[in-house]
Structure formats: C-alpha cells, structure tokens
C-alpha cells in the first residue's frame, strides 16, 4: 500500500478535525468574549457554533470520493463509517438544539466544547479497524461523557451520577484493554482483519475464550447490556437530560457499530452457535445470555419505575437486548454486511427516538415540573403538540406500526431469524417479542396519564420555547418518515455495509 500523506489524512478525517476546530472556537469565544454577558446568550452563541461545526462535519462526511484505509486499518473511512458519523451528528445537532434553553450550568463553553469532543470519539470508533485506536477513540468519548454528566449544577445527583458512571466505565476499560491485549498476544497484529485471520486458524481454545469474554464485557459496559447496566439509571437521571440523550443515543449507536465490526470482521470465525439444540462454543452463547438477561430485568425494572427517565433508562437496559439480538444474526449470517445493516439501522432509529423522548422531559423540567410520571397527567390538554410528540415516540419505542420502532424490530428479528439452518435463534426471538408486550404495557402507562388522566386543578397551561417545540417536531417527523419509508437509510447503510464487509 502506498504510504498516505498528511494532505491525504487530512482529508480522511476531516469530519473529526472540524468538528475539534468547532470545539475549540466554542471555548475561545465563550472564555475570551462572552464570558460578562448573560448565560443565554451564551448558550445561545455556543449552541449556534456547535450546529454549524455539526453541520460542516456532515457536509464533509457526505461528499463523494473520500474513502481509503491508512496506517494499517487505524483510520478506515468508507461509505458505511461516513453514513454512521452523519447519523452521529444529526443526533449531536438536535442534543445541542435541547441545550440551548437550558440553565443547568455556568460552563457554557466547556459544556459545548465536550459534547463536541465526545461525538469526535464516536466518529473515530465508526472509522477504526484498530484495536489501539479502537480503545483510544472509546475512551475520548467515554471520559468527555463522564465529565458532562456531572454538569448538571440544579441536580445533587449529578456528582454521584457522574463518580458511578466514571468507576463502572474505568471497571470496563480495564476489562477492555486487558482483552485486547491477549488478543494482541496471540496474534501478534492490531488490525481487526489480521486477528481475524489468525484466530480462524486457532480455533476458541482458553487463550481466545478468555479473550473474547473480556472484549465483550467491555462493549457490555458501553451499550448498558445486563450485568452491566447498573450505571445507567442514575447517570440517565443525575446529568442534564440533553447529555442523558446522547448517551442513550449516539453512545449506543457508534457502540454497536463497533461491536459489530469487531464480531464480523476480527471474532467472526469463533462465533460459535447459539441456536436451539445447537450450541457451539465462542460468543454467540455469550451475546445470547446477554441479550436475554438485559430484556428481562429492562423490561420487567421499567414497569416499577416513577419517573420517566428511570423508566427510559432501563428501557435502554431492554432495547440493548434487541439489539443484542440482532447481533446473534452475524454468527450465522451468509450476508454479514446486511445483517449489521439492521443493527445499525435499529441502533440509530432508536437514538432519534429516545432523543425526543427525553426532550420531552427536558421541556418538563424547563417548565418548573418534574419528570415524574404521575405529572404528565392531562399533558394533552396542557401541551397538546408535546404531549402528540411524547406519544409518537413512546410508541414507536414500543414497536406499533406504521411508526419506525416497528420497522427497526420487524427487520431485526427477520435478519436473525435467517441466520442459521433449523429453529436457529427462534427461541430467542420469541422471547424478545414477548418483552416487546411488556415494554407496551409500561410505555402506555405514561399515555394514559397524558392523555386519560384528569390535570390537577392547579395545573396551567405549559409554557415550551419554540427551540425545544421545533426539535420535537423534527425528531417526530423523521419518526414517522422513516417508519413510513425504512429505506430512507436502510438501503444505503445495507449497500455500503455490503461493500464494506
């Protein structure tokens, strides 16, 4: 391969040097300009910054010819990675858009500058091939992610929050690195092809196992799966709902396309076999106790919550399980590059949604309430265009038609289904439609106190800023669009995921 110049790489990573360049003007101009003036100006001055350098970066990401693979995979871009990385900044854009009215800190401009530099190391784990550059880019996101979640200056959970969530993720990181050191041992390269290469000739002995097994408590960590959920409610309520959002949104998005890459690309010759009557040594079995663990405890947790974002925080817990289980089908799949398709695609559907579903609380709380549950009642009366959003987006996290939470379930199940002869995954497909019921039970509870439930006598009108009304309404529409039309961006990520793979 021909070496790549520093012009070359510049343009491979553009995305991600803008976006840092926005990052920085954002601190400058907040610290050396604005710091006198009122907070709201300048929320909105950084918030204002923060779109644009979200809107560059995706403009670059979009343009035609700018793929290679430099340094041994550590930056591939590709059709997919690009794909993935707008979908990463729609979903910076619109948490940046929620932000903006907020009062929850005095550091404006560290605030926007980490939300910026956090979707930079989301973007880098979509375009690695590298286990070095893997851990690195995960930690980038990980350690700005911590240090937001603590900015929430009205919430006295903020700091417990944030000091779970930094142990629980040191816990994991160390898990992480530890396997991809063994990794790195018995193959002797860094690059997910080559380990590949070498661990279809090794076959799972103890050295891959334990591998393995470490690899994936590490990304268990990151998409909130069952055992290692226990940091997601408490960090979901302690930090600012908007950092809430992108957690639960573009963490798990850019997570699962890097766990999906690592199975396919690095692990895909000791899947193993979770099928019914089948099982066969390597991570499928792992992935399958997972999977069913985390819609178990999500789903049946969710129903003893009181508040909504407890509630969407162990609904999280569930949807990673789904996703857990689309996952399986790359173990058995003849067409892996689709099959990831589907994970993603599910991944980044969710993320739209949740976003808005938590946008909804943050409009609740602007407003002077509180996100408990039993406080929606008579939101439709109160707020009739929020409380028509919130049910839009509650039930398409619960997979009704014609919405896109269906769309993302019924392609996920479907690809999972295909992979491998006989009853294959049957079994856990249909566990997973069976915690879908319960998911709907638990969704509608809070439906029936915005739309059944009687408003309290002293409860008024709600006031909602046109920002927050806007982004709602577009979260809401590409809901909608994109349950009507799937293919919007399922038939791209499927092409490129094709090639890719």
Request: hydrophobic content about 60%; aromatic content about 10%.
């Amino acid at each position: 391969m021909a070496a790549v110049t520093y012009l070359e790489l510049l343009k491979l990573g553009g995305s991600e040097v803008l976006l840092v360049l926005a990052g920085l003007v954002v601190l400058l101009v907040d610290l050396a300009v604005m710091r006198d003036e009122p907070r709201q100006n300048r929320m909105l001055l950084a918030g204002a910054i923060s779109a644009v350098g979200c809107f560059a970066a995706g403009l670059w990401a979009l343009q035609d010819g700018i793929t290679g693979r430099a340094f041994a995979g550590m930056l591939v871009i590709d059709r997919a990675s690009q794909l993935v990385k707008v979908v990463l900044l729609m979903m910076t854009a619109a948490t940046v858009a929620l932000s903006v009215q907020g009062r929850f800190t005095r550091h404006v401009g560290e605030y926007f500058s980490l939300l910026l530099f956090s979707t930079v190391g989301m973007m880098l784990m979509v375009s690695t091939e590298n286990i070095l550059l893997l851990f690195v880019a995960l930690e980038i996101a990980s350690l700005s992610l911590y240090i937001l979640t603590a900015f929430n200056e009205e919430n006295p959970q903020a700091d417990e929050a944030a000091l779970k969530y930094f142990l629980f993720g040191g816990v994991a990181a160390a898990f992480l690195l530890f396997g991809l050191s063994v990794l790195y041992g018995l193959t002797g390269s860094l690059d997910l092809r080559e380990i590949g290469a070498v661990l279809g000739q090794r076959g799972v002995d103890a050295g891959v196992a334990v591998a393995v097994v470490l690899v994936l408590v590490g990304f268990g960590f990151k998409v909130a799966a069952v055992p290692f959920h226990l940091w997601a409610p408490d960090a979901y309520v302690g930090a600012p709902t908007p950092v809430a959002a992108l957690v639960a949104s573009g963490s798990k998005v850019a997570a699962f396309f890097l766990l999906g890459k690592v199975l396919s690309t690095g692990f895909a010759e000791v899947a193993g076999s979770a099928a019914w009557h089948g099982v066969l040594s390597g991570w499928a079995p792992v992935l399958a106790v997972m999977a069913c663990f985390s819609l178990l405890l999500g789903n049946l947790a969710a129903i003893a919550q009181k508040r909504l974002k407890r509630l969407l925080a162990y609904s999280a817990v569930g949807h990673a399980g789904y996703m857990l289980v689309g996952a399986m089908a790359l173990a058995g799949a003849t067409d892996r590059g689709r099959a990831l398709a589907m994970v993603v695609f599910y991944a980044a559907t969710y993320g739209f949604t949740t976003i808005g579903a938590f946008g909804v609380a943050a409009a609740m709380e602007r407003a002077g309430e509180s996100d408990r549950i039993d406080g929606f009642a008579g939101l439709s009366s109160r707020a009739p265009v929020m409380s028509f959003c919130l049910m839009i987006f509650l039930l398409s996290l619960a997979g009704i038609p014609p919405l896109v939470g269906f769309a993302g379930k019924f392609f996920l199940f479907g690809s999972a289904l295909a992979a491998g002869p006989g009853l294959g995954l049957v079994w856990l497909v249909g566990f997973a439609i069976a915690m879908s019921a319960v998911a709907l039970f638990y969704y509608l509870g809070v439906l029936k106190q915005a739309y059944v439930v009687p408003a309290g006598e002293r409860a008024g009108t709600l006031t909602v800023q046109v920002s927050v009304i806007l982004t709602l309404a577009v979260l809401t529409a590409v809901v909608l669009l994109l349950g009507l039309y799937p293919g919007l961006l399922l038939d791209p990520l499927t092409r490129a995921l094709a090639v890719g793979m």
